[in-house]
């Protein structure tokens, strides 16, 4: 019939355990080989040069617009690290103890990583990681306190 799930996750944790890192040049040639490819054969130097040409008169260019739920989670990770850093201990929303404030906090947290870092990771097949252990009850959970307390994010 074939295998089980777990011997799947254990093939593939394995496998990640044993896998030899590539030598640094290996990375470096194929970035470079995959630049060639799609800039100069298949004639997308000129997508290049006009989202070139957008960063540098918007700030940003059309590819940001693409995936824009991944875009704005990746901006908004580091600065809701930071938030918590600076938040820590005395600003918690009306009807909620510094701990359960703490574990919503754990739980955005969560979401926007889990968004802003895998997300990227499952498109990108050169790296092989394509498998993540992902709590979907807690990134689903996350997902909602985020639109339920995206106004109490202040300090």
């Not at 600065?79 to 739980?107: M, Q, V």
Request: hydrophobic share 35%; with cysteine; charged share 35%.
């Amino acid at each position: 019939m074939g295998r089980s799930f777990d011997e799947l996750l254990e093939e593939t944790r394995i496998a990640r355990k044993n896998r030899v890192p590539p030598k640094w040049w290996e990375e470096r040639y194929w970035a470079v080989a995959r630049w060639f490819k799609e800039i100069i054969l298949e004639g997308g130097w000129k997508r290049a040069l006009r989202f070139w040409w957008q960063r540098q008169t918007r700030g940003f260019d059309d590819s940001e617009t693409w995936g824009l739920d991944y875009t704005c989670c990746r901006w908004l990770l580091p600065r809701f690290k930071r938030y918590r850093e600076l938040s820590e201990g005395f600003c918690h929303p009306c009807g909620t103890t510094a701990d359960e404030w703490h574990n919503i906090l754990d739980d955005i947290e969560y979401f926007l990583n889990v968004e802003a870092e895998y997300i990227e990771d499952d498109f990108d097949l050169d790296k092989g990681e394509t498998i993540h252990i992902v709590d979907w009850d807690r990134f689903t959970k996350g997902e909602k306190l985020f639109g339920e307390y995206f106004r109490s994010l202040w300090w």
